[in-house]
């Protein structure tokens, strides 16, 4: 009497959306009875060994949940077969696949996949299985090829593919951006605070201070304000290609843990495919100063005072020194330089956002040396001075550790 186990998944493949995890397991149940009738054999399948992974975007195979349980319950020998309805249902790619396959067969449990006939039984099951899984994943890849041209096309005409950006609505008949008469002030007014010299995090608090939030409700982060400053639907051109999805695999090594990421291009013109498609909110010199900033920014000489101001002073607690480091949107961080050469197996010392730990050394080392007001220690001199009274700050998650110098 086999017991069955059904593995569901959510994909984020355009090739297979839109059909339901009901779908899935009352198929997958359908199966289970038809066998039961062709074997004589009773197959049942508990609730309790339905499985099913709401497909979150990004999520490597070894963390979603559902795997782990499943892989768990199958060393516990909770059942003898799992069923899945296909083999692009089962994993992302053939290497996942596989890696579930092995696993699973280890664990003596028998696999089968319906649409694809696969049964692992048979003769030659991991170099079947490898076909057909070779096969789904390169389906889907020239599916995704397809929609990505059909909405290359479209975003050539000057049609907005996806949701609208903040700022805009959809027009349904036209299939462009109008502006939102509501939000697109907002917008004005981020570009206007930028220029007026505020950062991504204040503009941010600005607006949240005066209880304005998004569309959707959600309060404003300097990620979206980094965002919003340098997408170029707000002159009216229609982008494509400025995001790419890509499997990162992390750079210690861990293949297991490997995801899909998604990276931005590096030339931000070269994507624009349709100038003046939808009317604009923001006029484009407004939108060059804007840009032409958040360069600059990027790129700040390391020579700057700030940039350095902690450097060869701020050591991680594994020995190594903490260098300073930008993010894509540039904000600044400290790093720890081992963990950047040899990965996170070697150190996994969080980054430190460089305005935290520098207002919280000056202070510190203010206090400790009775200065009154350390904004009285002129820009480049803050850098000599703090080296002056201070020998060490050892950084241990979240945890700072300051030596001074022996006065
Ligand atoms: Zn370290």
Not at 237 to 242: F, I, L, N, S, T
Request: with cysteine.
């Amino acid at each position: 009497m086999p017991r069955c186990a059904i593995y569901a998944r959510v994909s984020d493949d355009v090739q297979v959306k839109g059909e339901s995890i009901e779908h899935q397991i009352s198929f997958c149940q359908e199966i289970a009875r038809r066998r039961t009738v062709e074997t004589g054999e009773t197959w049942t399948v508990a609730d309790s060994l339905t499985y099913v992974d709401e497909g979150i975007t990004g999520t490597s195979l070894v963390k979603r949940a559902e795997v782990q349980r499943l892989i768990r319950d199958a060393r516990a020998d909770r059942f003898d077969v799992v069923l899945f309805k296909g083999i692009s249902r089962f994993a992302r790619d053939t290497v996942d696949a596989l890696i579930m396959l092995r696993t699973l067969l280890a664990c003596g449990v028998r696999v089968i996949s319906i649409e694809e006939n696969f049964d692992s039984q048979r003769d030659q099951a991991e170099f079947v299985f490898t076909i057909h899984s070779a096969l789904a994943q390169a389906e889907s890849e020239k599916t995704a090829i397809r929609v990505r041209m059909g909405a290359l096309q479209k975003a050539r005409q000057g049609k907005w593919n996806g949701p609208p950006p903040e700022g805009y609505r959809l027009n349904p008949l036209t299939k462009r951006l109008d502006i939102d008469p509501d939000a697109a002030p907002v917008i004005r007014d981020i570009f206007d605070l930028y220029l007026r010299g505020y950062g991504f995090r204040k503009i941010a608090r600005i607006l949240n201070d005066r209880g304005q939030s998004t569309k959707q409700g959600h309060p404003w982060t300097q990620r979206r304000i980094g965002r919003i400053l340098s997408n170029p639907a707000y002159v009216g051109d229609v982008a494509y290609g400025r995001r790419e999805r890509k499997i990162a695999v992390p750079d210690d090594g861990e293949l297991l843990s490997r995801r899909k990421t998604t990276v931005w291009v590096k030339n931000r013109d070269a994507a624009i495919v349709c100038r003046d498609a939808h009317p604009a909110i923001v006029d484009r010199d407004t939108f060059e100063r804007v840009a032409a900033r958040l360069v600059q920014r990027r790129e700040r000489s390391p020579n700057g005072s700030k940039a350095q101001l902690l450097s060869g002073l701020l050591a991680c607690s594994c020995g190594s020194s903490m260098v300073t480091h930008y993010n894509a949107h540039g904000t600044r961080y400290y790093r720890c330089a081992g963990r950047a050469k040899h990965g996170r197996a070697f150190c996994n010392q969080p980054f430190v956002r460089a305005d935290d730990v520098e207002s919280f050394v000056v202070r510190e080392a203010s206090a400790h040396a009775h200065v009154q007001d350390p904004a009285n220690i002129a820009g480049g001199d803050m850098r000599s001075w703090l080296q002056h009274v201070i020998q060490r700050v050892t950084v241990d998650h979240g945890e700072f550790q300051m030596t001074y110098r022996p006065s």
